[in-house]
């Protein structure tokens, strides 16, 4: 969809039907001069059209001065750090997700503190590996967590797939590795009343930090009106 109204931006719509804006120039000046490009501004809905806009004239300006904002952004995102990457990935994928505050959480709590200031294309499979093995088994300080560590690992394999799909980095660093806890079908059912209490301790608002609000009414809602999670999940709040 090129050239919505006056805004200088086309539309990209993919065939799954995501949507992107994105920005077409001509540079003026240097070696390139009347090389024409087009480049990816974010997702649609994103942020707002307006902000995409001025990107837009700033990225025209440029281009009239000889400036190619896009491989500008190429050399940023090759030397993006771990922070870089966490942030771009909160918000535009981690946004769009029910869960993103979920993933927000363990970001900071788990892969940050220990990969802040790193170049995200400078992580290795042994170090991902080394990071969800201290989170399953534990120290003198902490106790294991396996099904947490099998979490932390699937949110490091999405991150580093959105990293390579916006051009962060060239290489997966933990494509194909497998979590280090082992879990267990659960088939216990919650009837007893001990368990019913315990549930209701859980889902009260004490552990927001594993168990976010919203989750936690959903799953009230569940147990009470004894629906399926499906429609409890889909239902407008």
Same mark, same amino acid.
């Given at each position: 969809y090129p050239q919505l109204h006056d805004i200088p931006m086309d539309m990209i719509v993919t065939e799954a039907g995501s949507k992107s804006l994105a920005v077409r120039?001509?540079?003026?000046?240097? +070696?390139?001069?009347?090389?024409?490009?087009?480049?990816?501004?974010?997702?649609?809905?994103?942020q707002s059209v307006a902000v995409y806009r001025e990107q837009a004239l700033r990225v025209r300006?440029?281009?009239?001065?000889?400036? +190619?904002?896009?491989?500008a952004e190429k050399t940023n995102r090759a030397s993006a750090s771990?922070? +870089?990457?966490?942030?771009?990935?909160?918000?535009?994928?981690a946004s769009q997700k029910r869960s993103g505050d979920v993933d927000g959480r363990r970001l900071d709590k788990y892969v940050? @503190? #220990?990969?802040?200031?790193?170049?995200a294309k400078s992580i290795t499979r042994a170090e991902v590996s080394a990071l969800v093995d201290a989170i399953a088994h534990g120290d003198r300080?902490?106790?294991?967590? @396996?099904?947490?560590?099998?979490?932390?690992?699937?949110l490091i394999k999405t991150l580093f797939t959105f990293a390579i799909d916006k051009g962060m980095v060239d290489a997966h660093p933990c494509a194909g590795l497998k979590g280090p806890g082992k879990e267990e079908p659960k088939t216990r059912h919650l009837c007893? @009343?001990? +368990?019913?209490?315990?549930?209701?301790?859980?889902?009260?608002? #004490?552990?927001?930090?594993?168990?976010? @609000?919203?989750?936690?009414?959903?799953?009230?809602?569940?147990?009470?009106?004894?629906?399926?999670p499906g429609e409890v999940f889909g239902m407008p709040w």
């Open positions: 120039y001509t540079l003026k000046r240097g +070696d390139e001069a009347g090389t024409k490009k087009r480049m990816v501004l974010g997702p649609y809905p994103g300006a440029d281009a009239a001065q000889g400036i +190619d904002a896009s491989a771990v922070a +870089d990457l966490c942030e771009r990935y909160m918000r535009v994928h940050l @503190p #220990e990969w802040k200031n790193r170049k300080h902490t106790e294991g967590r @396996p099904y947490e560590a099998n979490r932390v690992l699937a007893a @009343p001990d +368990d019913l209490r315990a549930f209701w301790r859980l889902t009260s608002g #004490e552990f927001a930090e594993h168990m976010p @609000p919203p989750f936690a009414a959903a799953l009230r809602f569940q147990l009470l009106s004894a629906c399926r």
